[in-house]
């Protein structure tokens, strides 16, 4: 069998070198041109890029950002630090001004007359009542709706001060008392509990007064109500003295506030945060001359009278003779400083100090000082009164009809003579000119022209022109108090100047203040000086005994039995402030006793009586008498028991 052979494997041969083209690229033979296909581009290979460019560019934008974030971190840690952390805490820290307690205003014997007690002031945060905070949309109208009735105030007010934007701080009422700021808590734990029981069951949860808040401050309590008012004044809504010591003695008695800082978060109270207090410091007590009683029977006297003889207005006055103190100072109409919006403006002064007007008869006795100190003349010397006299361009008359009088210059002044006024101040001078200056040498000795000393607000100095500008009328005038002006304050001492044996002691109304450390300071002694000598001062004295012992004398309803009692009565015609002309009468009446051991000086006028009498001494006598019976048996005066000397009234034609 013949052997089989393995088929033969085919070895490839060598490979043929590929043709070259013209071009120098290996391929195949070209062929014919009539047959050639079309010529394919090469295709093009693919390489990645070198990454460090890219690398190189985020990096330098990376240092950039890192650059300004580092930038910024000095400039808010470094350069302006401050300022970020002032900012911060304006928007974290809450501060509130802590009211220092006002002092006491207190009578001589310590009584209360003014006091503070603890308040509080009603405030909101403006942010808690926005829509976002609040969730409600109307929560300012709503929250203004509530309060409104309870503080008694304006409810569109009330929502303005709300909705004030950008604001986290707004008063809503000032000096509120434990009362209302109870009433408003109590509605806040009402709407507190039904925002939480609106919550729970899906609602929004909506609390429109939980923005109200508390500051604690004071009210001021006038515990005697009218009484006095005229002399402390009053305090104003933004706690600061209105009138009267009030204002007068402002700073004493503000003390300095103090001030609470704390840290707070959606306008309440961080605990944990810590705060900063500065404590407020007190102010000072101020002690007054005035007695309570008696200012309450010369304020209850003067407003019967008043209201009788349907006045426009009255006041009285009541003097220590010896030291200048003013006992009372009282005035009709006048108004509660614990309601001043039911005061009537017009009463909300101390018309006492603050009124002038032309004093009438109650001027004489400077007059007939300045006649007996200047030598001119006695208190027996005759007076020859016609019922009419001509001087300058004026035919001048007494009040009333009558013979011719005669009488003594003691008579003159008892029996009101404006006749035989003007005869005497004729003798203090060769001429009527150089008599002119003598007698305002005096008047101004005696006060007229200048405030009274006391420093209190609004006081005037009456009107007292120069002796060269008197007219014609004013040169006849003067001497029997009219043509000049005067407040009750200068008239008052004028009387206790004679009273005080010709000495005049500036009037007072402080007697000292008491600190917070509990110890007392005496205010200043007052200015002294001398008038007429003690010699003139008592024969005045004795001289107006007269007016109201003698059966001719024109204040015998002023007599008090068992006092020898020394005053002069007023009737002046009274200049309308509105229609600038005179129209009406100033009726008053002012004395001391006991006569010849003074102590205590009373003043009384009335502006414009229209019922009944408008004679002084007959609707300012009875209440000098009422009045100074009170203070003589308060102050426990005794009579001195001795009888008056009853001075000659008129003498005999040819004697």
């Not at 840690?77 to 900012?87: E, I, L, N, P």
């Not at 003139?536 to 007599?559: H, P, Q």
Request: charged share 20%; with cysteine; proline share 8%.
């Amino acid at each position: 069998m013949p052997s089989q052979q393995p088929p033969r494997r085919r070895v490839p041969g060598p490979a043929r070198r590929p043709s070259v083209p013209p071009s120098g690229r290996p391929g195949r033979r070209p062929a014919p041109r009539s047959a050639r296909p079309a010529q394919r581009p090469a295709p093009r290979t693919i390489t990645l890029g070198s990454p460090r460019p890219r690398l190189r560019l985020v990096s330098l934008g990376l240092t950039l950002v890192m650059l300004a974030f580092v930038v910024r971190l000095l400039q808010v840690q470094a350069v302006d630090a401050s300022a970020y952390a002032t900012k911060a805490d304006k928007n974290r820290y809450f501060s509130y001004t802590l009211a220092a307690e006002r002092g006491e205003i207190t009578d001589r014997a310590g009584i209360a007359l003014a006091t503070s007690v603890d308040a509080h002031d009603i405030t909101a945060d403006p942010k808690m009542f926005t829509p976002k905070e609040s969730k409600a949309p109307d929560a300012p109208e709503q929250a203004a709706a509530l309060l409104a009735p309870i503080l008694g105030a304006d409810a569109a007010v009330l929502a303005e001060k709300l909705k004030k934007p950008g604001s986290r701080y707004a008063v809503l009422a000032r000096r509120q008392t434990p009362q209302v700021w109870n009433q408003i808590k109590d509605l806040k734990s009402v709407y507190a509990r039904k925002a939480a029981a609106d919550k729970r069951s899906g609602g929004p949860g909506s609390n429109v007064l939980a923005g109200v808040f508390q500051e604690p401050s004071s009210k001021r309590v006038y515990p005697n109500g009218d009484l006095a008012a005229g002399i402390l004044g009053y305090v104003n809504a933004e706690g600061r003295g209105g009138g009267g010591i009030e204002s007068m003695l402002d700073k004493t008695l503000a003390g300095k506030n103090g001030m609470v800082t704390y840290a707070q978060s959606g306008g309440r109270r961080v605990p944990t945060a810590g705060s900063r207090e500065v404590p407020a410091v007190p102010g000072s007590d101020i002690e007054l001359t005035i007695d309570r009683d008696i200012q309450w029977a010369a304020q209850k006297a003067i407003e019967d009278q008043v209201g009788k003889s349907r006045a426009d207005r009255g006041y009285v006055i009541v003097q220590n003779t010896r030291t200048g103190e003013i006992l009372a100072m009282a005035n009709a109409p006048g108004f509660d400083p614990n309601d001043l919006s039911q005061a009537n403006a017009a009463a909300m002064g101390n018309a006492a100090l603050q009124d002038a007007y032309e004093p009438g008869s109650t001027a004489k006795v400077m007059s007939i000082a300045a006649v007996l100190e200047e030598k001119k003349a006695t208190p027996g010397t005759h007076v020859v009164v016609p019922n009419r006299l001509h001087r300058g361009d004026r035919l001048f008359k007494d009040d009333i009809d009558h013979p011719t009088w005669y009488l003594t210059l003691n008579g003159v002044l008892a029996k009101s003579s404006n006749i035989g006024t003007i005869l005497a101040t004729g003798q203090l001078g060769k001429t009527q000119r150089q008599a002119n200056g003598v007698l305002h040498s005096y008047l101004r000795k005696f006060g007229l022209g200048s405030t009274s000393g006391l420093g209190y607000p609004g006081e005037t100095p009456g009107i007292l022109a120069e002796p060269a500008d008197w007219s014609t009328s004013q040169q006849f005038t003067i001497p029997f108090g009219q043509g000049l002006s005067i407040n009750a304050m200068q008239a008052a001492s004028v009387y206790s100047t004679i009273a005080n044996g010709g000495v005049r002691i500036e009037p007072t109304l402080v007697r000292g203040t008491k600190g917070p450390d509990g110890q007392f300071t005496a205010a200043p002694p007052p200015k002294k000086n001398r008038v007429v000598s003690e010699q003139t001062a008592k024969t005045v004295a004795t001289m107006l005994e007269s007016v109201v012992d003698d059966e001719e004398g024109t204040g015998t309803k002023a007599r008090i039995p068992g006092y020898r009692v020394a005053g002069k009565t007023g009737t002046a015609n009274r200049v309308d402030p509105e229609l600038g002309r005179y129209k009406g009468y100033t009726a008053s009446f002012a004395g001391f006793a006991p006569a010849d051991n003074p102590e205590i000086t009373v003043y009384c006028a009335i502006q414009n009586p229209t019922r009944g009498s408008y004679f002084g001494g007959q609707i300012c006598g009875p209440v000098y008498q009422q009045v100074m019976a009170f203070a003589l048996k308060t102050l426990q005066v005794a009579p001195t028991g001795k009888a008056p000397a009853r001075l000659p009234v008129t003498f005999e034609p040819g004697e």
